[in-house]
């Protein structure tokens, strides 16, 4: 049983929901606390200002706090000492080529967040995160998020992710099993 106990009010989404679960998870086995933050999401090792290590999402937005998540679970040891994991970013406005590189390193948080929000029975829909840049097709895109999270359902979650996706089926009373048949693809309205 997982410390944070659900509220009455089934079907609401609430983020502090998600702070408690996740920090139930993983603040004394590694260390690493999931905080709200402001505009931009970011993850923030330890140092001398702070002793743990921080996963900021953006505003308070649910999905925003499984998407963060979701770049911790499948990172290594070593990137999760490195500022945002050591990864590239460029925000919104990205060329084409720029926008290329993003979503190559996207396939798989996407994945996995889609797999969380199922635990949460949370809607979700893949994140092109460029509405100022160039126009880029997604259904490429779409069709690789989709075949990592039948991946994953095949080969199994890693052991981080396999934790909160299951701390998350208890809490929202889902099944923590993953099934391919649960997941719409690519032309469906979810993804």
Same mark, same amino acid.
């Given at each position: 049983m997982y410390l944070h106990e659900p509220k009455k009010n089934a079907g609401i989404y609430r983020y502090q929901d998600l702070i408690a679960i996740f920090n139930d998870c993983f603040a004394g086995p590694y260390n690493t606390r999931l905080v709200k933050g402001g505009d931009e999401p970011i993850y923030l090792p330890a140092d001398e200002k702070r002793s743990y290590h921080a996963i900021f999402f953006a505003h308070g937005y649910f999905r925003s706090a %499984?998407?963060?998540?979701a770049h911790w679970l499948i990172a290594g040891e070593a990137r999760r000492q490195l500022e945002d994991f050591g990864y590239w970013y460029t925000p919104d406005g990205r060329t084409k080529a720029e926008q290329a590189q993003f979503l190559r390193v996207e396939v798989k948080p996407q994945a996995l967040e889609w797999i969380l929000t199922s635990a949460t029975n949370h809607p979700f829909c893949v994140s092109m995160?460029? %509405?100022?840049?160039e126009e880029t097709e997604s259904t490429a895109f779409k069709n690789a998020v989709y075949q990592q999270v039948k991946d994953y359902c095949e080969q199994g979650l890693p052991q981080r992710a396999k934790t909160f996706f299951?701390? %998350?089926c208890?809490?929202?009373n889902r099944k923590a099993v993953l099934r391919i048949e649960d997941f719409l693809h690519q032309d469906d309205d979810q993804i």
């Open positions: %499984l998407h963060e998540c995160d460029n %509405l100022n840049g299951e701390a %998350l208890q809490f929202y």
